[in-house]
């Protein structure tokens, strides 16, 4: 059975999966390295994991991930350097003029971009900056900087690693939409004020039997104004109990994803979500409803996996 990775590599395309730092060992481990090229670490990168405390970093589970991925051939998307979610409490509890907000913003890419310089495939420079009707999120840093704070990140992201590819990260805008016609008005504008945006990610949190016919037409449509375009998040839930027939559905929704990618040129790879149904989000925070990923809570492979090796099938 070819390893799903060297599938992916021999069509010009990486497959990854989210981690978590502290499963990285036994048997969690050996499927992580054998079957994904690529790994995103879940939680350890974002701000709220690295700077709890104001100037005290901690970059332990970070640089776990990191090596691991060195010590297996993978590469890194790091995941993520400005969000909304997950900041530090002295962050979004503190008052801050714009001056001072965007100050923080660029020291901290700085701080983090600049300690894995070199290794980092991909960063997600910047992560859910859209509302549902694609208009600006009026996060902390819509808010307080207006859209100006994209251009500073991904200006200050460049600056600290020149060598990696810089993504603009969302959710909600894999079919053609609201949101998605936002983003796509918001990367033409970047690229417009010559800001160095090399990709746009689609995170694909997909609902069984629901992948958007449009996906493959808005991945071209991003791919046209001359960025790469990949699936950054994909995982497709079910309401629970699975059955047969759903894990049959998942196969082909986790296929027509993979394909989707395969048809469009700068397409660059796909990322899972976690790759075991032990490692996901989706029970947490979707009651009912689980059983999103490749491999199941026991690591193994489900039907999505053979799904996923078939899409990827030498042609
Ligand atoms: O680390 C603490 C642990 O100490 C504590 O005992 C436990 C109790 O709840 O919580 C642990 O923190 C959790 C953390 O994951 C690590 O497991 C947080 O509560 C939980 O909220 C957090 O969820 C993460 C979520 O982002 C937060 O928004 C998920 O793991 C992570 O998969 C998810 O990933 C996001 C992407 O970054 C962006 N796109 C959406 C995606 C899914 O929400």
Redesign the pocket.
């Known amino acids: 059975d070819t390893p799903l990775r060297d599938l992916a590599e021999a069509r010009g395309r990486y497959l990854g999966t ?1 981690v ?1 730092a502290g499963k990285l060992t036994g048997g969690y481990a050996d499927v992580a390295a054998a079957q994904f090229g690529s790994v995103t670490p ?2 350890e990168m ?1 701000w709220g994991s690295v700077e709890r405390t104001q100037g005290t970093y901690d970059w332990t589970g970070a640089d776990r991930v990191v090596a691991f991925a060195e010590a297996h051939g993978q590469r890194v998307r790091g ?2 350097l400005v ?1 909304h ?2 900041l530090p409490s002295w962050v979004t509890g503190g008052t801050w003029t714009a001056d001072r907000l965007r100050t923080l913003m660029t020291d901290h890419i700085a701080a983090e971009a600049g300690r894995y310089k070199g290794r980092i495939d991909h960063w997600d420079v910047v ?2 900056p859209l509302n549902e009707d694609g208009t600006l999120r009026r996060s902390i840093f819509g808010a307080t900087l207006g859209e100006s704070y994209i251009a500073d990140a991904f200006r200050a992201a460049r600056a600290a690693d020149p060598a990696a590819k810089l993504y603009l ?1 969302d ?1 909600s805008t894999d079919a053609i939409g609201a949101k998605s016609d936002g983003m796509y008005a918001l990367v033409k504008r970047l690229l417009a004020q010559g800001v160095p945006v090399d990709g746009v990610g689609f ?1 694909a ?1 997909l609902v069984l039997g629901q992948v958007p016919s449009s996906l493959e037409a808005n991945l071209r449509r991003f791919a046209d104004l001359g960025v790469d375009v990949a699936i950054t ?1 994909l995982d497709i839930r079910m309401t629970l109990p699975a059955t047969e027939a759903k894990l049959t559905q998942q196969k082909a929704d986790y296929a027509s994803v993979l394909r989707a990618c395969l048809a469009v040129t700068r397409c660059a790879g796909v990322t899972v ?2 790759f075991t149904d032990s490692d ?2 989706i029970p ?2 979707f009651p009912g409803q689980g059983a999103a990923t490749p491999y199941d809570e026991a690591l193994a492979p489900k039907p999505a996996r053979a799904g996923i090796a078939e899409a990827l099938a030498p042609v």
Request: aromatic letters at 22%; proline letters at 0%.
């Open positions: 989210a978590t879940g939680n974002k995941h993520t969000w979610s997950q992560n859910e990260n959710y995170q949190h998040e979500w976690g996901s989000w947490d925070f």
